[in-house]
């Protein structure tokens, strides 16, 4: 028979089954505590408690709970490691599951989203693949949607290519993760009709549900529209690219990474222009919480963004503490080198920026081509090209890359040094056939050897590289050519013997017609061009020119007017083209009498200018000089006494006639 304790616990069991499936877990969580107070031992009531602590979000309290009873808890390690995740506690998360030696499938999910979390791409792969091999469910398809996430993170975040999975694609998730991966393989086109399918799918899959407003939908395709901005923004269409930027930042969306992303690509955008706009858009990338929303590399892309600005608005002691922080955060990074190399470059100190990346590379066993090119940049941009040739020349296997050969032969033409462009050239030949790089880089990497070598006169030395180009393309009748005049140039007979092997004419003459270039005239005038329109007339039939001449009448060229006074015989002045004071019979203005009684401004005498000092003859007048687009300097004119202005000069002469019919002591 039933004690009275005994009824009272399954009566309260009760009551916790219909709490539970009303999803009533305040309910749950108080009967759970009666139970508990009934039978302190009871495993599957402190298993239920948790569960209902976990259903409120008491996550610390639900650890603090397993904590204080390891007997009863002994079978939580789920639901500990899952609270630890939830606060955020990713590594002991993992450290918890790593202490089950057989994990269930519920436990191997949850170990999958730790390690994405913990960014361990290759490990988290392997549980995904296992759980997908052993476990079949309803859950199939999130497993499918997390595995396309951790190829596309393996690929965009660490370059590490994974084969091809056989994955789907017919959900907006797949479609989203399948255009990262491309975007992480650099296939940028690709990737944005990807995105513009998985658009069409997410709007397909919201347009069903009645409850969605426009504005919500538009926050849910929010990280759609900001990975096609920065696919825009790689494309060097910056404008798009802003464009939706702005109108996200504006649209303010509640995931606070999906704002911070959008707004430190805005500043990356802006650069060194409107600074103030880019410290308003900063202040997002700062936001609580945002270190468990972001990846470690756009962490370390926000930070060095932070010292960028306080660069550019030359805040250099809160820049330099940022340095501090970021060599404390990210150790192996070189963007703390390369900031304060900028800084020192920035406050002109170049030297000190050359000893601070010189000093990094010597402690740094590997760094990367970035640090070694900027200091290159600053070698050149101190005119010392005979050191960046140096550190461009010792990058190892990258100093054969097409784009720094092309600089060094450069820089070498520059210093005239020819031996030392065509040295390069042929390392980086050698280097290709050795190490078997791609055919394409090498054929272009021949033919500038090739071009360079005709061009400084070393056709013998070039023989053997077009030897190597027509094995690799027979059919090029360009390299045939070249082979031909570079042979030409020492050995006529072997010349001899490849011309044979050209195509005949009418190969490139085609359909030409040589009677019709035979009659085209040899030139046109610039004229008959503007009348043309830059093309070329065609011969006039009779037809034609009936025609025309009923469409369009020839105007009359009107006779020309010659001036009154132009004499047709007299030979024309040979000086009529230059200005007037440059003319030979040029002798300068007339000037008048100085002290004529009635001459100048009111009350002056004509001893006045014997008292001034600016009429002195001591110093003599320089000679006139032309200038460009340089206004001549104006005359200091004096206080009294000084003789009239041009202008002046005919309001006197209208006056003189008027002398008498005026009083005196006229006002000016």
């Known amino acids: 028979m039933a004690t009275p304790s005994a009824n009272k616990v399954q009566s309260l069991y009760s009551e916790l089954n219909r709490a539970g499936q009303n999803g009533d877990y305040q309910r749950a969580l108080n009967a759970s505590n009666k139970i508990l107070k009934e039978s302190r031992n009871d495993e599957t009531a402190f298993h239920c408690k948790v569960v209902c602590l976990i259903q409120l979000s008491q996550f610390q309290q639900a650890i603090k709970e397993i904590a204080n009873h390891p007997p009863l808890a002994s079978g939580l390690m789920f639901e500990k490691a899952y609270c630890q995740y939830r606060l955020n506690r ?125 504005d919500e939908m538009e926050a849910e395709l929010g990280v759609i529209h900001v990975q096609r901005a920065y696919i825009l923004q790689l494309l060097g269409r910056a404008d798009d690219a802003m464009k939706i930027y702005n109108q996200l930042v504006k649209s303010r969306p509640s995931d606070i990474g999906l704002m911070a992303v959008a707004s430190n690509n805005i500043v990356s955008l802006n650069k060194d222009q409107n600074v103030f706009d880019s410290k308003k858009k900063i202040k997002a990338t700062a936001s609580d919480g945002l270190r468990h929303k972001l990846t470690g590399k756009q962490q370390a892309a926000v930070a060095y963004n932070h010292c960028i600005l306080m660069l550019y608005t030359n805040q250099y002691d809160l820049c330099r503490k940022q340095l501090q922080q970021l060599r404390t955060s990210y150790p192996d990074s070189d963007i703390p080198c390369l900031v304060e190399a900028a800084l020192y470059c920035r406050e002109k100190q170049a030297d000190k920026a050359v000893k601070i990346i010189q000093d990094y590379i010597q402690k740094k066993k590997t760094v990367s081509l970035q640090v070694q090119l900027s200091l290159a940049q600053i070698y050149m941009s101190q005119g010392n090209v005979t050191e960046a040739c140096k550190v461009l020349s010792n990058l190892g296997a990258d100093s054969y890359k097409p784009g720094i050969v092309s600089t060094l032969v450069a820089l070498y033409t520059n210093l005239e040094n020819t031996e030392g462009a065509m040295g390069v050239l042929d390392k980086a030949v050698e280097w290709y056939k050795r190490e078997g790089g791609q055919q394409n880089e090498l054929n272009t990497l021949l033919r500038e050897n090739t071009n360079f070598k005709l061009k400084q006169g070393k056709s013998q030395a070039a023989v053997s590289m077009l030897e190597d180009l027509r094995k690799s393309n027979p059919d090029d009748v360009r390299t045939l050519a070249q082979l031909i005049s570079a042979y030409s140039k020492f050995d006529p007979q072997r010349a001899q013997e490849l011309s044979k092997e050209l195509p005949p004419v009418e190969a490139f003459s085609g359909a030409l017609d040589v009677d019709a270039l035979e009659t085209t005239p040899l030139s046109v005038t610039s004229r008959q061009m503007k009348k043309t329109g830059g093309k070329t007339e065609k011969a006039e039939t009779p037809e034609s020119k009936e025609s025309t001449d009923v469409v369009k009448k020839r105007r009359k060229r009107k006779k020309r007017h010659l001036p009154a006074n132009c004499d047709p015989t007299a030979t024309p002045d040979p000086e009529r083209w230059l200005p007037q004071r440059e003319r030979t019979y040029y002798k300068g203005k007339r000037k008048t009498k100085k002290g004529a009684i009635g001459k100048g401004t009111q009350g002056a005498t004509a001893g006045s200018s014997e008292m001034d000092a600016s009429k002195t003859t001591s110093s003599t007048p320089s000679s006139p000089r032309a200038g460009v687009g340089q206004p001549s300097a104006p005359t200091p004119s004096a206080a009294s006494g000084a003789g009239p202005s041009p202008r002046q000069q005919k309001q006197q002469g209208a006056k003189k006639k008027q002398k008498n019919k005026k009083k005196s002591g006229q006002k000016w």
Request: aromatic content about 6%; overall charge negative; proline content about 3%.
């Open 90 to 214: 990713i590594q002991d998360a993992l450290n918890t599951i790593q202490l089950v030696s057989d994990p269930s499938p519920k436990l191997k999910e949850l170990k999958g989203q730790v390690l994405y979390r913990l960014e361990q791409y290759k490990e988290c792969l392997d549980v995904y693949k296992d759980l997908i091999k052993n476990t079949s469910d309803e859950f199939d398809e999130e497993r499918q949607t997390n595995l396309s996430a951790v190829v596309a993170s393996l690929q965009l975040w660490h370059q590490k290519p994974v084969p091809d999975l056989g994955l789907r694609d017919d959900t907006f998730e797949l479609n989203y993760n399948k255009a990262c991966l491309l975007l992480g393989q650099g296939e940028y086109a690709k990737a944005l009709e990807q995105l513009d399918r998985a658009e069409e799918l997410c709007k397909e899959g919201l347009e069903d549900e009645a409850e969605m407003t426009a």
